[in-house]
């Protein structure tokens, strides 16, 4: 027995993305990536320094570091 295939006509895939138009919206500029935790880390320990060394408040050094990282950033 013969075996009936429908040829069916393809389309050529492009690999470019859809043209826009001129009149397409501008872009939102991407949001800033926050800090590394490395820079916290190095952040909060130049504050345990200037604190005179001491221990026992190292959550306290580690936020506002990273506070101080965020709002410089901006």
Do not use: V
């Amino acid at each position: 027995m013969a075996r009936h295939t429908a040829n069916k006509p393809t389309e050529p895939s492009s690999s470019k993305p859809p043209a826009t138009s001129a009149r397409s919206k501008p872009r939102a500029p991407e949001p800033r990536p926050g800090p590394t935790n490395e820079q916290i880390a190095r952040r909060a320990y130049e504050i345990f320094l200037a604190r005179g060394g001491t221990h026992g408040s190292s959550e306290q050094d580690w936020f506002q570091a990273e506070r101080e990282l965020r709002l410089g950033r901006q």
